[in-house]
């Protein structure tokens, strides 16, 4: 009898991608290295997602650049039915999440930046930069520049700002370690003012705080730029231009429908940031408050309005501010002669069963004084008044020795005690009119 045998060939073990990252890039190899190898990258602990370069065919990338942090693995393929190697190590990519307190400015009032790293433990340096608007990019970006003392950077996770009066966008990292590793940047955040100025100002067209969903809106930049974005965080934490929800011509960013949200809006050029303005969309078969989406300035008057979408209010209306009832008569609008600080607050308007929702209403001072040259300016007063006073005191003086003299040489034979002492009982009381 013959006898078969039957040859098994040992299949190898596949290989073993391998993952390596460069600040924000990550790059994946396969070992034993060899050509025609697609390279597949996944986030995440289950690697359910696979990441892919924008307009490009990720199979044909060994390299991708991340903006997000979390656990990234990667893999090899090739071959048809594709031939996978093993996943790769994982590699963690850092990125902190930067707060901002306040989102509003105030007069006077402080910002405090704080830079949060999960998993923090010691050792970390903590950086902090301006955002500065890049309108190289249509969909929007920035470059960061290094805020004083940071160029090191601090122990501390958190960075405090005085003076700041303007709208403004922050960014942080962290790095430890030697040579340094640093965390990703962080995503930028804004501190917003509400007050106009004539770099850059924000003008939306209709003029009001709250509008419906099918409304039409013109957000029109204006100030010493000639080129404009308009952009848009979206609470609690989203940030997107006009290139994502409208139409941007020249200076002015057309809106078809205001999206059903509470969202901040601004202008920004390459040198500047507008005010900032607040704008709500919400439903046609609500009620809305018709309110200024600027602060109104102390002594000016202003015009608060009820409306619905698609009918008259029959009913009568009740405004209201801060909860407590203000005004409540057949009309539509509420009119404040002169408004004061008093009258800052949240209103809002009843009518025909229906209730709107509530908007705040700024009130700016007629002179506010820059906080950072007030001291200079106190002081500057101050050497003023003393100067005066001294010079007075001088001039008293001579005048009432003058006198002296003049009337000691008419009157020498005649002199005594008791002349001296009236003569300076009159000389002390002029010092002291004085």
């Given at each position: 009898?013959?006898?078969?045998?039957?040859?098994?060939?040992?299949?190898?073990?596949?290989?073993?991608?391998?993952?390596?990252?460069?600040?924000?890039?990550?790059?994946?190899?396969?070992?034993?290295?060899?050509?025609?190898?697609?390279?597949?990258?996944?986030?995440?602990?289950?690697?359910?997602?696979?990441?892919?370069?924008?307009?490009?065919?990720?199979?044909?990338?060994?390299?991708?650049?991340?903006?997000?942090?979390?656990?990234?693995?990667?893999?090899?393929?090739?071959?048809?039915?594709?031939?996978?190697?093993?996943?790769?190590?994982?590699?963690?990519?850092?990125?902190?999440?930067?707060?901002?307190?306040?989102?509003?400015?105030?007069?006077?009032?402080s910002v405090t930046l704080s830079c949060e790293v999960e998993h923090v433990s010691a050792g970390w340096s903590f950086y902090w930069?301006?955002?500065?608007?890049?309108?190289?990019?249509?969909?929007?970006?920035?470059?960061?520049?290094?805020?004083?003392?940071?160029?090191?950077?601090?122990?501390?996770?958190?960075?405090?700002?005085?003076?700041?009066?303007?709208?403004?966008?922050?960014?942080?990292?962290?790095?430890?370690?030697?040579?340094?590793?640093?965390?990703?940047?962080?995503?930028?955040?804004?501190?917003?003012?509400?007050?106009?100025?004539?770099?850059?100002?924000?003008?939306?067209?209709?003029?009001?705080?709250?509008?419906?969903?099918?409304?039409?809106?013109?957000?029109?930049?204006e100030g010493n730029s000639a080129e404009w974005r308009v952009s848009r965080f979206l609470l609690p934490d989203f940030l997107s231009f006009c290139s994502d929800w409208g139409t941007m011509n020249g200076s002015t960013c057309?809106?078809?429908?205001?999206?059903?949200?509470?969202?901040?809006?601004?202008?920004?050029?390459?040198?500047?940031?507008?005010?900032?303005?607040?704008?709500?969309?919400?439903?046609?078969?609500?009620?809305?408050?018709?309110?200024?989406?600027?602060?109104?300035?102390?002594?000016?008057?202003?015009?608060?309005?009820?409306?619905?979408?698609?009918?008259?209010?029959?009913?009568?209306?009740?405004?209201?501010?801060?909860?407590?009832?203000?005004?409540?008569?057949?009309?539509?609008?509420?009119?404040?002669?002169?408004?004061?600080?008093?009258?800052?607050?949240?209103?809002?308007?009843?009518?025909?069963?229906?209730?709107?929702?509530?908007?705040?209403?700024?009130?700016?001072?007629?002179?506010?004084?820059?906080?950072?040259?007030?001291?200079?300016?106190?002081?500057?007063?101050?050497?003023?008044?003393?100067?005066?006073?001294?010079?007075?005191?001088?001039?008293?003086?001579?005048?009432?020795?003058?006198?002296?003299?003049?009337?000691?040489?008419?009157?020498?034979?005649?002199?005594?005690?008791?002349?001296?002492?009236?003569?300076?009982?009159?000389?002390?009381?002029?010092?002291?009119?004085?």
């Open positions: 009898e013959s006898v078969s045998f039957i040859v098994l060939k040992s299949i190898p073990d596949p290989p073993k991608a391998q993952i390596s990252r460069n600040g924000g890039t990550l790059t994946c190899s396969v070992n034993p290295s060899s050509s025609g190898w697609s390279y597949y990258f996944y986030r995440g602990e289950k690697n359910q997602e696979v990441l892919t370069v924008q307009n490009t065919d990720f199979h044909s990338n060994r390299e991708i650049r991340v903006s997000q942090g979390g656990v990234y693995r990667c893999r090899g393929g090739r071959g048809e039915p594709v031939y996978h190697t093993e996943f790769s190590d994982p590699v963690t990519i850092v990125e902190p999440v930067l707060r901002v307190s306040p989102w509003w400015l105030s007069p006077g009032a930069y301006k955002a500065v608007p890049d309108l190289s990019h249509k969909s929007g970006s920035y470059s960061y520049e290094l805020l004083p003392a940071s160029s090191n950077g601090t122990a501390d996770n958190s960075y405090i700002i005085h003076g700041q009066t303007h709208t403004a966008g922050y960014v942080c990292r962290a790095g430890r370690g030697e040579p340094h590793f640093y965390t990703l940047y962080s995503q930028p955040h804004f501190v917003w003012s509400g007050d106009l100025h004539p770099s850059a100002s924000l003008s939306v067209s209709p003029d009001r705080v709250q509008h419906f969903t099918s409304d039409s809106v013109s957000l029109s930049c057309h809106v078809q429908k205001i999206q059903s949200s509470n969202a901040v809006y601004w202008c920004e050029s390459g040198s500047a940031f507008s005010n900032a303005v607040n704008i709500t969309g919400h439903y046609d078969d609500e009620l809305l408050l018709l309110s200024p989406v600027h602060p109104v300035t102390e002594g000016h008057s202003v015009t608060l309005g009820c409306k619905l979408r698609t009918e008259n209010l029959l009913s009568k209306v009740f405004f209201y501010q801060n909860d407590t009832i203000i005004q409540s008569e057949s009309r539509v609008e509420m009119i404040i002669p002169a408004v004061s600080k008093s009258h800052e607050g949240f209103y809002k308007c009843q009518s025909s069963g229906k209730e709107s929702p509530q908007s705040w209403l700024a009130v700016t001072s007629t002179s506010r004084p820059d906080s950072s040259s007030f001291p200079v300016l106190v002081v500057a007063l101050t050497s003023v008044v003393l100067v005066i006073f001294l010079f007075m005191m001088w001039f008293l003086y001579k005048r009432s020795r003058d006198s002296d003299i003049i009337s000691s040489s008419q009157d020498n034979n005649q002199s005594s005690a008791a002349d001296h002492r009236e003569a300076q009982h009159r000389n002390d009381s002029m010092l002291l009119h004085g």
